[in-house]
């Protein structure tokens, strides 16, 4: 059994010490919606492609693009993956996104690069969703807290071999796309946005817990994309995660997305992102290496 250390005295003060934000995020360059939402009016439909339940599969969005993705045929979870269409090393980064707009991403909230670039990928322009808000177990929706389910953590857990987790299903489709062999592909594929699944943090042991999803065909959520992008999304092997996933057990459905392009002259005024400017210098006064 695991041992609890005595409280000191001043124990109910110490947890009565208010928090404040890690990353106050106030300064932040903030996304010119009314911009995207006119370029969005007359765009037009350039690409749709299916992603078939228990798999993923691969898009492409240029900068100044639109990219959709939708419930179709019943409640469905996506992960998403998304990279510099030009360089992998540059892909989605969860842990920042989440430190910078919170545990879960709603309209006008970004997904963030690795560093170095540091820079904002793609913008949320809508989500249906977002009368959802955060209910009372804490839960919300689009997180960027969970991982992607993989089969690994199955094996380690129960011992099983299965091939359809959405790791394996981002791995097969990026391997396609990019002729990359297997094992080279798994290596790109991170952390991802999860579209339209209710997850949150139990308040007793901290736990992370999902719950039925809330979308329904009919649904979606819609991204402006700040650079060139390539994106795999896996139409998750849970369904709705609304009682178990890495597995063929429940019921689960295809999603689609859309490719949206704005007529030329729609984005005046609006520049893609550069790189982050920190010098990469890392305290280290000789530039021999740079
Ligand atoms: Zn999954």
């Known amino acids: 059994m695991t041992h609890i250390p005595t409280a000191p005295d001043d124990a109910d003060d110490r947890r009565a010490i208010t928090p404040v934000i890690c990353y106050p995020n106030d300064t932040l360059q903030q996304p010119d919606l009314s911009l995207y939402a006119s370029a969005r009016t007359d765009a037009v439909k350039i690409d749709e492609i299916r992603v078939n339940p228990r798999d993923a599969a691969c898009f492409t969005a240029k900068a100044g693009q639109f990219f959709r993705i939708s419930s179709i045929e019943g409640p469905q979870v996506g992960d998403l993956n998304i990279w510099n269409a030009h360089d992998l090393n540059e892909r989605f980064y969860?842990?920042?996104?989440?430190?910078?707009?919170?545990?879960?991403?709603?309209?006008?909230?970004?997904?963030?690069s690795s560093f170095p670039a540091l820079r904002p990928m793609?913008?949320?322009?809508?989500?249906?969703?977002?009368?959802?808000?955060?209910?009372?177990?804490?839960?919300?929706?689009?997180?960027?807290?969970?991982?992607?389910?993989?089969?690994?953590?199955?094996?380690?857990?129960?011992?099983?071999?299965?091939?359809?987790?959405?790791?394996?299903?981002?791995?097969?489709?990026?391997?396609?796309?990019?002729?990359l062999p297997l094992h080279e592909a798994e290596r790109h594929v991170h952390d991802v946005l999860n579209v339209f699944m209710c997850t949150g943090f139990t308040r007793d042991t901290g736990q992370y817990f999902m719950k039925a999803s809330p979308v329904r065909p009919g649904d979606y959520l819609e991204f402006f994309a700040e650079i060139d992008l390539l994106g795999a999304l896996s139409a998750c092997p849970g369904g709705d995660c609304s009682t178990q996933h890495s597995s063929d057990s429940v019921p689960c459905y295809p999603l689609l997305v859309e490719v949206f392009a704005p007529p030329p002259g729609a984005l005046q005024g609006w520049v893609s992102p550069a790189l982050n400017g920190y010098d990469r210098s890392h305290g280290r006064a000789t530039t021999k290496d740079a």
């Open 122 to 179: 793609a913008t949320i322009t809508t989500d249906t969703l977002g009368w959802y808000g955060m209910d009372a177990y804490g839960g919300s929706v689009h997180d960027v807290i969970g991982t992607r389910c993989d089969p690994y953590t199955g094996n380690l857990l129960s011992g099983s071999q299965y091939h359809h987790c959405c790791h394996s299903n981002l791995t097969r489709a990026l391997s396609d796309r990019t002729g």
């Open 94 to 112: 969860s842990g920042k996104s989440r430190a910078l707009h919170g545990t879960h991403l709603t309209t006008g909230e970004r997904m963030w």
